[in-house]
């Protein structure tokens, strides 16, 4: 059975605005996971286990580039670039893997998890270990799942870009500023070539100018 891609991202929602606010939050989880990084500790929460310790810094040090593929799938949302859409993909796709590690290893630890930590924490010390798991499932499953709906609305506006079925250049949100973006990336650096003026952006934004006629009328003295 062949997967079609979607036509909204929820609701009424368009492609294009569905990938522009994962965007959005890919560039906020980036920022989030640097600034955690950044922390004394290097995960941001207190861990009982070396295996735990270890797992929730891979995940927040492989979410430290979600800034950057953020800030470039926002740009190619600007400017309908298939090209650039598919970083975001494969960075969705990839930290669903990245995912499942962390799942396995929250898994066999669990149970030792929560021992000797302070409130709140250590209030789940008191629950059974099947409770603990049960918890742990359900919040996996429940981030997996927003996780593969992501990477789906990625895809869909992936395709439909390539296929060319989100119309004409100019029928495009921000069709005019992926023009402009375009035009600076196609006009002659301004020290390594001829001086980038404002006259080239509009050339390369116009196309080349047409035939023009010759002036046949009278001219006029002025004053």
Same mark, same amino acid.
């Given at each position: ?8 991202? +929820? +609701?009424? +929602?368009?492609? %294009? ?61 600007? +400017? ?53 798991? %049960? ?62 003026? %404002? ?25």
């Amino acid at each position: 059975m062949r997967i079609r891609p979607a036509r909204f991202c +929820c +609701c009424t +929602c368009s492609l %294009l605005k569905g990938v522009q606010l994962i965007a959005s939050y890919t560039v906020l989880v980036g920022i989030l996971s640097i600034l955690t990084l950044l922390r004394k500790d290097g995960t941001g929460k207190a861990v009982a286990s070396e295996p735990l310790r270890a797992a929730a810094l891979s995940e927040t040090a492989f979410h430290t580039i979600a800034f950057f593929v953020g800030l470039r799938a926002l740009k190619a949302v600007v +400017c309908c670039d298939a090209r650039r859409l598919r970083t975001l993909l494969f960075y969705q796709v990839f930290d669903l893997g990245v995912a499942v590690f962390v799942f396995v290893v929250r898994w066999v630890e669990v149970c030792a998890e929560w021992g000797g930590l302070p409130h709140p924490y250590g209030l789940m010390a008191r629950l059974p270990c099947g409770t603990r798991r %049960l918890a742990l499932v359900a919040v996996f499953a429940a981030g997996e799942v927003l996780g593969i709906h992501f990477a789906y609305v990625v895809w869909s506006l992936v395709l439909r870009i390539e296929a060319g079925e989100l119309g004409p250049a100019r029928d495009r949100p921000g069709a005019e500023l992926a023009d402009v973006l375009r035009a600076f990336e196609a006009a002659p650096p301004p020290f390594f070539g001829a001086p980038r003026r %404002l006259g080239d952006v509009q050339g390369a934004i116009a196309g080349p100018p047409g035939p023009t006629e010759p002036f046949r009328g009278r001219s006029q003295r002025l004053g």
